[in-house]
């Protein structure tokens, strides 16, 4: 049981870091957001009410949440960094594949690394500037053409990989309170949702009725004869 509620948690614990991070992607702005293009080449534009491209912050916003530095310079430079360490790890990776490194690495595995690195630094180097100009690249080189990731994509992992950090929440906090000008220590948020569901019973509506006769069905009318379906309504309310 133990197991499973662990699992449980886990999975609840993904799924909220991921509405955080596509949160934070859609209503804030990045580097490259009005250099993407379509698939007809198209700049594309966002359309989220917020309108992320005219916020103060210019196109580093996002930047700013994961690294927090005081210049855009700076948080430009640290997401950069990080961007180059990921490709460089595939290009040294693609590098030592290669079948012609067999021949080198007879004589000196050592030549074969160093060979491997400053042809995966160049690569790296490349697929960078093609990331931070709008363009997407490929995963690697072995996959198809069609497995690409652009700057936004990259973004997405290391909000990922940096989303235990409890600043994140407080620098995005602080946008939103520079974004729209209000203090959010003095406002206070409400939201109702309402859900339904029917199932149906197949060979269980006599398990039901026996439920229903000591008030645990649930079903809304009851499960009277000939019906073999239930229908459960439930609404959640939520405020801060």
């Not at 927090?68 to 430009?76: L, P, Q, R, V």
């Not at 959010?184 to 006599?206: D, I, K, M, Q, R």
């Amino acid at each position: 049981m133990k197991l499973f509620a662990g699992l449980s948690d886990l999975i609840v614990d993904v799924r909220d870091e991921f509405y955080v991070d596509e949160f934070a992607l859609n209503k804030f702005s990045y580097r490259t957001l009005g250099l993407e293009k379509d698939g007809a080449g198209a700049p594309k534009e966002s359309k989220e009410l917020p309108l992320p491209a005219q916020h103060k912050l210019k196109n580093q916003e996002v930047e700013y949440m994961l690294y927090g530095s005081h210049s855009c310079a700076g948080n430009y430079s640290m997401a950069y960094a990080e961007l180059f360490a990921v490709r460089l790890a595939v290009g040294i990776t693609e590098a030592l594949a290669k079948p012609s490194n067999e021949v080198l690495a007879a004589g000196s595995p050592m030549l074969v690394l160093l060979k491997a690195v400053v042809e995966g630094a160049i690569a790296a180097q490349q697929d960078v500037t093609k990331l931070i100009q709008g363009e997407q690249v490929p995963i690697t080189k072995g996959f198809a053409s069609s497995l690409t990731l652009s700057y936004k994509d990259y973004l997405r992992l290391f909000l990922l990989l940096h989303s235990k950090e409890s600043v994140l929440l407080s620098r995005m906090q602080a946008l939103l309170q520079l974004n729209t000008g209000i203090q959010l220590s003095e406002a206070s948020t409400y939201t109702v949702g309402t859900a339904s569901a029917s199932l149906h019973l197949w060979f269980l509506p006599n398990v039901m009725k026996t439920l229903e006769a000591r008030g645990f069905s649930g079903c809304e009318g009851g499960v009277g004869a000939g019906n073999n379906i239930c229908k459960m309504t439930r609404t959640a309310h939520l405020r801060y």
